[in-house]
């Protein structure tokens, strides 16, 4: 039975194939020219590639035997093997048609048209081989690409010799340079993330979507670690929460947070919150010393602090110093040096710009702050212990047992106003807000004698403290009674307290005669809070005088100007 020549479907079929699959150079066999069946193979130059596609072809040729005989797989073969690799099914059901129309079918209209079909073959694979160049030009361009996308979002894989084609090849050199410029990108773009302002959160708790004026209702009953955990919730709430309005009343009821008892805020400038955070190491004593100054000999110095600077007296001077940013360390070299004593300064103020000194001498002293303007006049027989000034008004307290009223105005300097006789020595002196000018009363009338009064200073018109010889700090309120204070706290090892100093709130701060002890207390509390010796029994000091603010704690002893730094312990 002879089948009829293959239709015009399969022979499309065979085209479409050959334009899909490149095919590899034409062989002799190809051309009908001589060649045995099954021997049309690759020549000396061709590669083994080839020499395998030729391998597969001849094992499907001998399956093909089995099944339709030898004359028609040997004519079939010729076919198959022009082509140098398998054919599809339709050429293969071509092929095997061809070979049962026997030897005048095959090199007739089959022969035409396979020759034709041949001839566009070879025009396709010229064309396929040029194109084939392109596609890989282009495919190593995507997957240099590909590549360089995995290395910046940290998934490279490892690199293999062959993806790195036409253009893709170059994109490895340029990969290793721009690796540090890519994570200063990433860098730069977190940093522009966090100075962006935070936006409320549009999904979420019905809690967060109330107006903020309610919201600040209702945090201000939190407490401070209920505060801290809702600030780690997301960036809008952290923000949200350090608003100075939720943090006042737990700045107000903290140690010495910039707040009065009477609500004033001293430290404006500051965040309340980060206030909060310095007072927790004042509560806990957490704190790291230094020593800022220190001196040959032995002195009794006084200190005041105004802004940035630091004024202290140094034997027969008083030196004005620049803090640096820190708080913690001093400029070396003082703004100005203030002189006019012939003996040893034993203290000092600060009122309108000038500096109201007295010393050993007797003599009080008046110096410009921002001039070199300096005024010196006999004030007492002996030496001057303490001066105030308020209002415009000078005091003076003495060894010779006298209180003085001097007017700080120019065209009246060194007239006394007032002479005030006392039974002892004046060994502190402080004037009221309210500028009285009279006697109200006398405090303590019933202590024994030796229980002399060191220091003394108002916190309110109505309301001051003392510390003195009997170890004790008193806080007298003249509302209540003249004869007994309100509270004290008693110096647990019984030494003399020469200083005192408070934030006009809750905290108190004492210095001692012995071992330069430094005690902190909390005035809602009767045993000291925390005790910092500063000094060796080599080298015992009283404390003379201390000052302090929100962050530092500032000690004179007699050999050093020591520091308590309580925001970076």
């Given at each position: 039975m002879?089948s009829p020549p293959?239709g015009?479907?399969a022979v499309?079929?065979a085209?479409a194939?050959?334009r899909?699959?490149p095919a590899?150079?034409?062989?002799?066999g190809s051309?009908?020219g001589?060649?045995?069946?099954?021997?049309?193979g690759?020549?000396?130059?061709?590669?083994?590639?080839?020499?395998k596609?030729?391998?597969e072809?001849?094992?499907a040729?001998?399956?093909?035997r089995?099944?339709?005989?030898?004359a028609?797989?040997?004519q079939?073969?010729?076919g198959?093997e022009a082509?140098?690799?398998p054919?599809p099914?339709?050429?293969?059901e071509e092929?095997?048609?061809?070979?049962e129309?026997?030897?005048?079918?095959?090199?007739g209209?089959a022969g035409e048209?396979?020759?034709?079909?041949?001839?566009g073959a070879?025009?396709?694979?010229?064309?396929?081989?040029?194109s084939a160049?392109?596609r890989?030009?282009?495919?190593?361009?995507?997957?240099g690409?590909?590549e360089e996308w995995r290395v910046?979002?940290?998934r490279r894989?490892d690199?293999r010799?062959?993806?790195a084609?036409?253009?893709?090849?170059?994109a490895w050199?340029?990969?290793?340079?721009?690796r540090?410029a890519?994570?200063?990108?990433?860098?730069?773009?977190?940093?522009?993330?966090?100075?962006?302002?935070?936006?409320r959160?549009?999904?979420?708790?019905?809690?967060?979507?109330?107006?903020?004026?309610?919201?600040?209702?209702?945090?201000s009953?939190?407490?401070?670690?209920a505060?801290?955990?809702l600030?780690?919730v997301?960036?809008?709430?952290?923000?949200?929460?350090?608003?100075?309005l939720?943090?006042?009343r737990?700045?107000?009821?903290?140690?010495n947070?910039?707040f009065t008892?009477?609500?004033?805020?001293?430290m404006?400038?500051v965040?309340?919150?980060?206030?909060?955070?310095?007072s927790?190491?004042w509560?806990l004593?957490?704190?790291?010393e230094g020593?800022?100054?220190?001196?040959?000999c032995s002195?009794?110095?006084?200190?005041q602090l105004e802004?940035?600077s630091?004024?202290?007296s140094?034997?027969n001077?008083?030196l004005?110093y620049?803090?640096?940013?820190?708080?913690?360390?001093l400029?070396?070299?003082p703004?100005?040096?203030?002189?006019?004593?012939d003996?040893?300064?034993c203290h000092f103020?600060?009122a309108?710009?000038?500096?109201?000194?007295?010393?050993?001498?007797g003599?009080?002293?008046?110096?410009k702050?921002?001039?070199t303007?300096?005024?010196k006049?006999?004030?007492h027989e002996q030496?001057?212990?303490?001066?105030d000034?308020k209002?415009?008004?000078?005091?003076?307290?003495?060894?010779d047992?006298t209180a003085?009223?001097?007017p700080?105005?120019s065209?009246?300097l060194?007239?006394?106003?007032h002479?005030i006789q006392?039974?002892d020595?004046?060994?502190s002196i402080?004037i009221s807000?309210?500028?009285?000018?009279q006697?109200?009363m006398?405090?303590?009338?019933?202590?024994?004698?030796g229980?002399g009064?060191?220091d003394?200073?108002?916190?309110?018109?109505?309301?001051?403290l003392s510390?003195?010889?009997d170890?004790?700090v008193?806080?007298w309120?003249?509302?209540?009674s003249?004869?007994?204070?309100?509270m004290?706290?008693e110096e647990?090892?019984?030494s003399?307290l020469?200083c005192l100093q408070?934030?006009?709130?809750?905290?108190?701060a004492t210095?001692s005669?012995y071992?330069?002890v430094?005690?902190?207390?909390?005035?809602r509390?009767r045993?000291?809070?925390?005790?910092f010796?500063l000094t060796?029994?080599?080298?015992s000091?009283?404390?003379?005088c201390l000052?302090?603010?929100?962050?530092?704690?500032?000690?004179?002893?007699s050999?050093?100007?020591?520091?308590?730094?309580?925001?970076?312990?």
């Open positions: 002879v293959p015009a479907a499309a079929a085209r194939w050959l899909v699959r590899p150079r034409p062989l002799m051309q009908g001589a060649g045995t069946p099954g021997n049309g690759p020549s000396e130059g061709e590669s083994g590639e080839t020499r596609l030729q391998e072809g001849r094992a040729r001998g399956k093909r089995k099944g339709k005989g030898k028609g797989a040997g079939g073969g010729k198959s082509e140098g690799k054919e099914p339709q050429a293969k092929t095997g048609l061809g070979a129309a026997g030897p005048s079918a095959g090199l209209k048209r396979g020759g034709s079909v041949e001839e070879r025009r396709r694979v010229r064309g396929d081989e040029g160049g392109a890989k030009e282009a495919k190593g361009r995507d997957e690409k590909k910046r979002t940290g894989e690199a010799p062959a993806r084609q036409g253009r893709g090849g170059q050199g340029r990969l290793a340079g721009t540090a890519m994570a200063t990108a990433a860098e730069e773009a977190a940093a522009a993330a966090a100075r962006e302002p935070a936006c959160p549009a999904a979420g708790p019905a809690l967060l979507r109330l107006p903020e004026e309610l919201l600040l209702l209702i945090f009953y939190l407490d401070m670690q505060l801290g955990r600030a780690q997301c960036r809008w709430l952290r923000r949200f929460t350090s608003c100075d939720l943090w006042r737990i700045a107000r009821a903290s140690l947070s910039g008892r009477l609500g004033t805020d001293l404006a400038s965040p309340v919150k980060e206030r909060v955070k310095v927790q190491n509560r004593g957490r704190c790291r020593i800022l100054l220190k001196w040959r002195q009794m110095p006084w200190m802004g940035d630091l004024y202290i140094q034997a001077f008083i004005a620049q803090f640096r940013p820190d708080g913690a360390s400029n070396r070299r703004l100005g040096v203030f002189a006019g004593h003996e040893d300064v103020v600060l309108n710009s000038h500096i109201i000194s007295g010393g050993g001498d003599k009080i002293g008046i110096h702050i921002h001039s303007f300096t005024v006049y006999s004030a030496e001057v212990n303490c001066v000034c209002g415009g008004i000078i005091v003076s307290g003495s060894r047992r003085k009223v001097w700080l105005a065209g009246r060194g007239q006394c106003l002479t006392t039974e020595r004046v060994w402080a807000p309210l500028l009285s000018g006697l109200m006398h405090l303590g009338s019933d202590f024994p004698p229980a009064v060191l003394v200073m108002y916190e309110s018109p109505s309301t001051l510390c003195g010889y170890t004790y008193r806080y309120d003249l509302r209540a003249a004869r007994k204070c309100v004290e706290w647990p090892h019984d003399t020469y408070t934030d006009g709130n809750h905290l108190l210095g005669s071992y330069g430094v005690r902190l207390w909390d005035r509390q045993a000291c809070l925390h005790a010796p060796s029994t080599p080298l000091s009283p404390v003379y000052r302090f603010t929100t962050r530092h704690l500032y000690a004179a002893l050999y050093n100007l020591h520091v308590l730094d309580f925001q970076n312990p």
